[in-house]
């Protein structure tokens, strides 16, 4: 493949050159979108307004009735959240050893310390068997992820919150759409967060969402959105704590509206695509694919461990040789404790051994709701024409 590919990866479909680039993820956005995208910006009324209200509406029934305020990114909105549950300085945080850097970022961020436990090898969510040894005096809350859009245990997570009096924020930024037992994400819990990123199920550009249920603690929330301004008993403005600035404005409310209504169109969707991909790498022993289990995944991404110890060549490699196929491969992600910073912190290296390896053996497969059948087969093709030429004492 030209080597302007390479450097062209969201090269539109159509361009010069057999295949279109499939990238790991894409964004679905129609008609109707961007129309009402245009008519907010002919509106005259651009930042927060009535459609983030009626945006906030709608994924307020969309969780059952609970109050969802929303954000500029799931990262101001987990911040805002571990404000609000009174997170500061002195605190712990336990969060698992496998995430996106967001998730442990911000307890450092409000001036706490991450606990990081691992996680299952098999779910990639937090190891709840190893959550209770890690609670101290110190421990405030647990920061669970739905990782990948697969639900943690809700049942045990809030059995061992309750016993031991911890608060919970969910980073749910990948679990737009997933259930527990029947049950919505968002729809219950303490503090919930959202993620409307483009690669996500659902997106408003960029933006976030926080779902909880005190009225008290939504207008902590609000002060912590908007520069701590509040209105006093007689008009007259005041700032009450030095609030921060993440606002979604109403040209990203009218995209998340459009996005919203196709949301469990888009879910159905990413899980007959997963089906697929188990139906035509299932067989192909050398790929360590996800853990099928639950009907209430809401598959945000496919992610199998490459067979490293049996190839000849490395990650990096490998997702070289999909590229030049006209595939993108991602990496979600390397294990938190092993980044420069948590290194630098004084985490121990060598002591979350199954988010290392999920760390050094994981790629993401293109996985979203406007991929045909047919993309499925070309990836599924693409990974086993480059292994083969990879195992050791193999075909090659
Ligand atoms: C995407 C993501 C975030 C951050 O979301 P933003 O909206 O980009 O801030 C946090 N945690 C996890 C697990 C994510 O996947």
């Known amino acids: ?45 651009i930042t927060t307004g009535p459609l983030t209200r009626q945006f906030e509406a709608a994924l307020s029934d969309y969780f059952g009735g609970r109050t969802a305020m929303t954000f500029t990114s799931a990262t101001a909105a987990l911040e805002a959240a571990l404000l609000v549950a009174g997170v500061g300085p002195g605190d712990e945080v336990i969060t698992p050893a496998m995430s996106f850097a967001a998730t442990a970022n911000v307890i450092l961020r409000v001036g706490a310390k991450p606990v990081f436990v691992d996680v299952e090898l098999a779910s990639r969510n937090i190891d709840l068997d190893r959550v209770e040894a890690a609670i101290t005096s110190r421990t405030r809350a647990i920061l669970p992820v739905h990782f990948a859009g697969r639900a943690v245990d809700m049942d045990r997570l809030y059995e061992i919150a309750g016993r031991r009096g911890l608060r919970v924020i969910e980073d749910a930024a990948q679990a737009m759409g997933t259930t527990w037992r029947g049950r919505r994400i968002g729809a219950c819990g303490d503090l919930v967060v959202f993620s409307f990123h483009p690669n996500k199920n659902m997106t408003t550009i960029e933006g976030g969402a926080l779902v909880l249920d005190s009225p008290a603690e939504a207008k902590l929330a609000e002060l912590h959105r908007f520069h701590g301004i509040q209105r006093t008993a007689s008009g007259d403005i005041d700032v009450e704590l030095a609030g ?54 809401n598959w945000h991404m496919f992610n199998p461990l490459l067979p490293l110890d049996r190839m000849t060549i490395d990650r990096n490699e490998f997702i070289r040789r999909m590229h030049e196929r006209g595939i993108g491969v991602g990496i979600h992600y390397p294990a938190l404790h092993q980044l420069a910073l948590y290194r630098r912190l004084g985490h121990a290296q060598h002591s979350h051994p199954d988010a290392e390896r999920i760390g050094r053996e994981t790629v993401t497969l293109p996985l979203f709701a406007g991929m045909a059948d047919s993309d499925v087969e070309r990836v599924c093709s693409a990974v086993r024409d480059v292994l083969c030429g990879a195992m050791s004492g193999g075909a090659g």
């Open 244 to 297: 921060g600035k993440s606002n979604l404005t109403d040209v990203a409310a009218a995209v998340g509206l459009g996005q919203l209504r196709r949301l469990e169109a888009f879910n159905a969707r990413r899980r007959d695509l997963a089906a697929l991909y188990f139906a035509r790498l299932g067989a192909d022993a050398a790929l360590a694919l996800p853990d099928r289990n639950d009907a209430g995944h």
């Open 1 to 45: 493949m030209a080597p302007d590919r390479l450097q062209k990866p969201l090269a539109p479909p159509g361009a010069a050159g057999a295949e279109p680039y499939l990238p790991f993820a894409r964004p679905s956005l129609d008609e109707d979108t961007i129309a009402a995208v245009a008519d907010v910006l002919r509106s005259g009324w």
